[in-house]
């Protein structure tokens, strides 16, 4: 019956995913893009009821290095959004796995990907993994993502200015699944101070941080256990985060209620990223710390 439901659920994402693809480009004066073949051929009538549903090819063009951001952002998002079905983390785990073998990166890449995933979450949560919170992962699912995510990430890379990104931070996971992806890409892509600043704003909530963090810190965990080159903006941006909301919390906190619920959020969001730079820094993930991979096994 699961079965089932998720498989209805993905036919209905496929076809509005690419219909919205195909209405962005469309809609773009500036470009006027097509859509590139491998999107193109996913497409069907979604209005008819017998209409066979093509299957994504599975995609190899892309690096272990490459890889990081997108996968980091599948283990986190539910991507048959706005369908939500509750998969055992078994499953979970063994669609992810199957998924990067057929990338060509290999299966061990994705039980990393998985086990890192799980341990910036206990690392920021300070407690076990609460399953119920992550987003259900299907292989099918998974590929089309891998064919158009890759799109919607290139496409937000330019992405700067903290009033922009505090913008698309309240947005975050927003209703479709293309959305969720673009939006969750261009953060863990996005540095300068203007990341900073948007994360510290009053308008970002600390749910939203912990969120934009856990895939910062899973991107760093994953890159360590496949021995792969960390990105040395992601201590920075913390760093930036940690002092800018730091400083917001010193302004209202001079004439503010000690009860204040903005006060309360201020605190919340300096705990996490405090739990995640005290993650990078004991684990040997600070820059100028020799790196040693953690036991991620179990």
């Known amino acids: 019956m699961s079965r089932k439901r998720f498989a209805g659920a993905l036919r209905h994402v496929q076809g509005a995913v690419i219909e919205g693809i195909r209405r962005r480009n469309d809609s773009d ?23 066979t549903v093509p299957e994504p090819l599975p995609s190899r063009h892309m ?11 599948l283990a986190a998002e539910n991507v048959i959004r706005p369908f939500e079905i509750t998969i055992s983390k078994d499953k979970w785990q063994d669609a992810m796995k199957e998924l990067t073998a057929e990338m ?6 994705g039980s990393d990907v998985f086990a890192s995933a799980k341990r910036a979450q206990e ?9 119920m919170k992550w987003g259900a992962l299907g292989v099918g699912a998974a590929l089309i993502v891998l064919v158009t995510g890759g799109l919607a990430l290139a496409a937000g890379a330019g992405l700067a200015g903290a009033a922009v990104i505090t913008s698309a931070l309240a947005a975050f996971g927003p209703g479709g699944m293309m959305g969720g992806l673009l939006t969750a890409g261009t953060l863990l892509t996005a540095g300068g101070s203007g990341l900073a600043l948007g994360l510290a704003s009053p308008g970002t909530t600390a749910a939203t941080l912990e969120a934009v963090v856990e895939r910062q810190l899973a991107a760093a965990i994953l890159r360590q ?9 992601a201590w920075r941006i913390l760093a930036e985060t940690e002092i800018e909301v730091r400083r917001e919390y010193e302004r209202l906190d001079e004439f503010s209620d000690e009860s204040s619920p903005a006060l309360k959020e201020l605190k919340q969001k300096i705990q996490t ?26």
């Open 104 to 109: 060509g990166l290999g299966s061990p890449y």
């Open 225 to 233: 256990c496949q021995e792969l080159e960390q990105d040395p903006a």
């Open 63 to 73: 690096t272990k290095d490459d890889a990081v951001v997108l996968l980091t952002i």
């Open 29 to 51: 004066d500036r470009k006027h893009r097509g859509i590139p073949s491998a999107v193109a051929r996913l497409a069907f009538d979604l209005s008819d009821p017998q209409a």
């Open 123 to 131: 690392a920021l949560s300070g407690r076990g993994v609460n399953w």
């Open 273 to 298: 990223i405090e739990r995640a730079l005290k993650y990078l820094k004991d684990n040997g993930l600070k820059p100028g710390i020799a790196s040693s991979i953690p036991d991620h096994k179990g």
